[in-house]
């Protein structure tokens, strides 16, 4: 079992940084692709961010260039960067972890956080 722990959320103006945190525990898989995901209200939950085992990172075309997906291995930790926060940004950010052992697939979600951009 995996559980994560996601912070860093809260309320930023426009123009501003907010670094986010997701903190895994428990099983440890060696093939597995790190991401996060955000939900803004009457909208689906959408991928913005993936880093794998490997530490390849890709990035929704919306975020690309303001956004940085990153991890501390000996922390257990991933982190996304988010710059430049505009208020199409608030939502519910979710931590995810897809990992992969003997042809099976876990995905495993943090509880989320919420980011808020607005003057």
């Known amino acids: 079992q995996v559980r994560l722990v996601e912070s860093g959320g809260g309320l930023v103006q426009p123009g501003g940084s907010l670094r986010l945190s997701c903190a895994a525990s428990g099983s440890i898989f060696s093939v597995y692709v790190m991401g996060w995901y955000r939900q803004a209200p009457g909208k689906q939950r959408e991928l913005i961010a993936t880093?794998?085992?490997?530490?390849?990172?890709n990035y929704a075309d919306s975020v690309k260039g303001r956004f940085t997906i990153s991890r501390d291995n000996a922390k257990n930790t991933v982190y996304l960067q988010m710059n430049s926060l505009k208020p199409e940004d608030t939502a519910v950010y979710y931590c995810?972890?897809?990992?992969?052992?003997?042809?099976?697939?876990?995905?495993?979600w943090g509880q989320g956080t919420q980011v808020t951009v607005s003057s």
């Open positions: 995810n972890k897809k990992a992969y052992r003997l042809a099976q697939t876990y995905d495993y």
């Open positions: 880093i794998n085992s490997g530490g390849s990172t």
